[in-house]
């Protein structure tokens, strides 16, 4: 069986520059996925600049998807497609600012419409998505309340995969018994309903301010890519440029810089291929007409 690999550039949409930089590193291989973030300001020019990469047969493929949106973590106060009203902060119109507060008032007939929305945003930009996956895991139920069996039915429904790896990342430490059962029972209704999903999930999970350089976030990407496991897995980064997100804390801002360098490296790319891990885009998959809410 052969090592396979999803290489994603997620949270694109929150500024311009880094939709430029992900689209010069597509040609060379170096990423061969990215999500996009439906509500972001920049959301349509990362569409409108990188749906042309996809649905290539050659050698260098790349899939568009959707970073379903559920919480606001911006000043620009990000908001439901939908408008439905469990998903706002009471009195405005913006999305809960975390996880916890989102899984808690969130219903979930109207996180999936929100989830149907997101994903037909793409095809309004003119692009057709083949996978989702969930900005700040708020589908999880990792702070809260799960969302799984909507977003296993909305890609269903659209013939997308999904970003549940198969295996809980060791990285992700003790994760509740409660936890473990969901995800069981999610995977089981993926396949059920021919929802594809990647074996592991590789991503550095350590909070920027534990990371003491370049170097060190370089060589942890660098073993993991030794570590993969058989079959097709995905490696999430969050690459940004210099100029992305003044939100956030300086050490995160810095991870994330760090992170597009990562894609830049000849030492990346050079240890893919020593590996022989083969690098790969999501595909088509057929659409589900009998996934039913």
């Known amino acids: 069986m052969t090592r396979r690999i999803v290489i994603t550039a997620d949270d694109l949409g929150m500024d311009e520059a880094t939709i430029h930089a992900v689209a010069e590193l597509i040609p060379a291989g170096r990423v061969s996925a990215a999500s996009v973030i439906p509500v972001a300001v920049w959301a349509g020019l990362a569409v409108d600049r990188l749906k042309a990469f996809t649905g290539t047969d050659g050698s260098k493929p790349f899939s568009l998807g959707v970073h379903a949106t559920l919480t606001n973590e911006t000043p620009r106060a990000w908001e439901p497609r939908t408008r439905g009203r469990s998903l706002m902060q009471p009195g405005g119109s913006a999305f809960y600012a975390d996880v916890t507060s989102f899984a808690r008032a969130a219903m979930h007939d109207e996180v999936l419409a929100e989830l149907r929305a997101q994903i037909a945003w793409f095809a309004q930009a003119g692009a057709r998505p083949t996978h989702l996956d969930s900005h700040s895991g708020a589908i999880y139920g990792i702070r809260g309340r799960h969302f799984l069996h909507s977003a ?83 490696l999430m980064l969050h690459p940004a440029s210099a100029t992305e997100g003044p939100h956030r804390l300086p050490a995160e801002r810095l991870k994330r810089q760090w992170e597009l360098r990562l894609l830049q490296d000849d030492d990346f790319v050079d240890t893919l291929a020593a590996e022989g891990v083969a690098v790969v885009a999501w595909g088509a998959r057929r659409v589900r007409v009998d996934a039913e809410a």
């Open 152 to 234: 296993v039915l909305a890609c269903a429904e659209h013939g997308l995969a999904l970003r549940l790896p198969r295996k809980v990342p060791e990285a992700l430490g003790a994760v509740p018994p409660a936890v473990r059962v969901v995800h069981r029972a999610a995977v089981a209704l993926a396949d059920d309903l021919d929802v594809q999903l990647p074996e592991t999930l590789v991503t550095d999970w350590r909070p920027g301010a534990e990371i003491s350089g370049y170097a060190d976030l370089r060589n942890s990407y660098l073993r993991m890519i030794g570590e993969l496991p058989d079959g097709l897995s995905e």
